[in-house]
């Protein structure tokens, strides 16, 4: 297993995970650095992207493993790496968010984040906002 920053080789993969990433916002995710991409040796099985919430506080925006490799702790080590990550780089807090219908909100609390919040958009779920100190 390895975990590094996200490149323009990997625009492929990337978007069979994320759909939801307007394409002028990879190409910032890998000048940035603000994206990360998992492997089992040369093969990616997962993705992690986040930006400045406030422009001052990492916010986890995807975190997604390929659905073969769910629930092996894939997703746990990719957030172990952003966290440290975060935490050379001098941040004091993460935040990460999920639907209340999702139940990425346990596993978030399960590694350590608390709720914070959240709201409604019209007729999605509530969004659950999840904070942690590092």
């Known amino acids: 297993m390895n975990i590094r ?3 323009n080789k990997d625009k ?3 978007y069979s995970l994320d759909k939801h990433l ?4 990879f190409i910032n995710k890998v000048r940035d650095k603000r994206g990360y991409v998992l492997t089992l040796g040369d ?3 997962g993705i992690l992207r986040y930006n400045l919430f406030w422009d001052n ?3 986890c925006t995807m ?15 990719l957030m172990e790496f ?16 999920t639907q209340a219908d999702e139940s990425a909100q346990h596993f978030y ?3 350590g984040y608390k709720d914070c919040g959240g709201f409604v958009i019209d007729t999605q779920p509530m969004e659950i906002f999840l904070i942690k100190s590092i």
């Open 43 to 45: 093969t990616p099985i």
């Open 63 to 77: 975190l997604f493993t390929e659905r073969e490799h769910q629930g092996k702790g894939f997703g746990k080590k």
């Open 109 to 111: 609390r399960k590694i």
């Open 22 to 25: 307007p394409e002028d916002e």
């Open 5 to 7: 920053y996200v490149q």
């Open 12 to 14: 492929e993969f990337w």
């Open 82 to 97: 952003w966290e440290n990550d975060m935490k050379s780089r001098g941040y004091k807090i993460l935040l990460v968010s």
């Open 57 to 59: 506080t990492p916010f």
